[in-house]
Structure formats: C-alpha cells, structure tokens
C-alpha cells in the first residue's frame, strides 16, 4: 500500500504548533525527528528532493515533524488544507520563531517506513520496574523487571521519546493494585498498558484514530491483558457526549495524556472531572514554552502542580485533583 509521507521541518520552540496543526486536519500519528544526525539521516534518504544548500540549512538548524496519509483521491486535498495551514501559522505573533515550515512530500511504500525504523528500536528499562521490549525481540534479560512487549506499529508510541517515556517513569512510581486508570489520547496503547502490566485492575483507552484502537488491543493481547481489563474507544472526548457518557461512570485515582499543550489544555477540565479526590493526573506532549499555558489550564480546572519533570526541551506535569 503507498502513503504520502508528509515532513515540516520547524525550530524547538515551533514544534508543538506544528503538531497542532497536523492535529487539526485529522493527522495524529506524528514522527518528531530531532538532533542533526537524525535529520541528516532523514534528508540523504530523500536527497533527490532537496539541493545540498537546502540540506545544509535543515540539518544545522530545523528539527522536523512527519506524519503519513493515505496515498488516495484525498491526499492532494489534505496537502494543500496543511501548506494552507502553516502560511497562517508563519503569519501569527506567537512570541517564538517557528523556522521555516517548509514542507517535503514523498509517496512511500508501507513495507519501506513501516518496518526499517525497528532496526534502532531496542528493549530499555523505565523507572525502577518496568522494561520496554520491542515485540520482535524474542530473547532479553528483564532482571526482575516487568516486561511490557509493544509493537507500535503506525500508532504514536514507543516509549522512547521523552514526553512517553517521562510519563512512564510516573505510572511506573504511582500505579497500585487494583487502580482504574484512563488514558486520554492512548496511541499504541503504551501508557495504560504500562499501569495494567504494574497492577491496574483495569483501564480505558481513548483515541480519535481507529487505528490505535486496533494497535492499541494487539499490543495488549502481546502482554496477556483481555478485554475484561482493558477497554479501548475511539472518538474525541471533547465533542462525542456519549463517549464521554462511557468513561464517565466512576472516578478515576489516575488518567493520562500524552499529546500535544493545545489539546491539553483543552481537555483539563474533563481530566480533572474524571479524577478522584486525591488523584493524579499525568500528562506531556508539552514543548517548553508552554509550559506555563498548561499550568495555568490545569490550576484553574481545579488541580494543583505536584512536579513538573524536563527532558530536553519537553515537559511533564504531574498535578493532583484538590479535595
């Protein structure tokens, strides 16, 4: 099958307006290319599309955004709604540059994408319990270490970027026996299995994409967790009442998400009605500088900042729900 591979190459700082803007036109699944190995990896892979000025300026400066769409009668359409996007991001006074968002298109095969990244996908630990191990990888020693086999496949999540991996680290230090758990924007699934794997008694998966809903239930089945535990929608929250009608029949001690500022913004109201007295509210996605939206989002739907953990130029919040 082909898929048009979509990259807009930006700054640190513009990172997650682009992913917002991706967001905005129903392209979730987002690949954040980073570092100038990466990115000059990534452009000799695709040289005959760019002169070598043209390289030379990408890998000095832009880190780069990449998402995939369907190669069909609506990818051109999809294309242009974006490039139509980013021209009235470029023109908006955000108080930070956002680079060039020059935009590369290439029509792949699945075969090429969909696999070549696992060669540098590797088992690594998170936190003092759990191992993340790549489903492929038949032999590894845990050393006592809960194992949580993922294969992502084309859904967001592997554990390995740091806003997934700073949110793993606080399930891995906050999930009990017998928590119910609520993950909003799930991806692969990889957090609330992650709190299923460390004693949860059950977990609900929310994600506007089918395709993590069907990611999302493999990579359970790969850790022996059935669908008596784990529940996984589809839908947005902010907008599907009888979605929310289906998540909202108990409170929460924990829910996560893991996406972009914008979005949790949004939803920290809901986040907070979800939650228990006393229950914690894990989320990242959130670039640097905007660090102080979200709090200020979070404070005024009623929780209170317990940490905020760095990583890079990336935050995660941990905040509770005020008695």
């Known amino acids: 099958m ?3 591979e979509i990259s807009v190459f930006t700054t640190e700082a513009g990172l997650d307006a682009v992913c917002a803007r991706f967001s905005m036109l129903g392209m979730e699944q987002l690949e954040i290319v980073q570092g100038r190995e990466e990115i000059a990896d990534f452009l000799q892979k695709s040289a005959k599309y760019w002169d070598f000025a043209d390289m030379d300026e990408l890998c000095a400066a832009e880190p ?3 998402a ?3 190669d069909d009668d609506a990818a051109d359409a999809a294309v242009a709604a974006l490039k139509a996007s980013l021209a009235e991001l470029k023109g908006m006074a955000l108080g930070f540059g956002v680079g060039s968002l020059n935009m590369l298109v290439q029509t792949v095969d699945d075969s090429v994408w969909l696999n070549a990244w696992k060669e540098a996908y590797k088992p690594f630990p998170v936190g003092k319990h759990l191992l993340v191990r790549p489903s492929w990888e038949d032999e590894y020693d845990a050393q006592g270490r809960r194992v949580l086999s993922l294969d992502p496949g084309m ?3 592997t554990g390995s970027h740091p806003t997934t991996r700073m949110c793993l680290e606080y399930i891995d230090e906050l999930v009990k026996e017998g928590d119910s758990v609520v993950d ?6 990889i957090l609330s299995i992650a709190a299923l794997i460390l004693g949860a008694k059950d977990a609900i998966a929310v994600d506007i994409d089918p395709i993590a809903e069907t990611i999302a239930y493999e990579n359970a089945a ?6 008596d535990r784990y529940t996984v929608l589809t839908g947005d929250v902010l907008t599907d009442s009888a979605l929310r009608e289906k998540i909202e029949a108990k409170r929460y001690p924990i829910v996560t998400a893991n996406i972009v500022a914008s979005v949790i913004i949004a939803l920290a109201p809901y986040a907070a009605k979800l939650l228990e007295e006393g229950g914690k509210f894990i989320t990242s996605g959130i670039i640097d500088t905007r660090e102080d939206e979200v709090v200020a989002a ?3 739907a009623g929780l209170s900042i317990l940490e ?3 990583g890079g130029d990336w935050r995660a919040i941990l905040a509770e729900k005020r008695a």
């Open 184 to 189: 909003l924007g799930c991806g692969s699934g």
């Open 68 to 70: 995939y769409i369907d």
């Open 2 to 4: 082909k898929y048009k």
């Open 64 to 66: 780069c955004v990449k």
């Open 155 to 157: 859904a967001f999540g």
């Open 298 to 300: 979070l404070t005024a």
């Open 308 to 310: 905020i953990r760095r």
């Open 222 to 227: 790969l850790n022996g967790i059935g669908k």
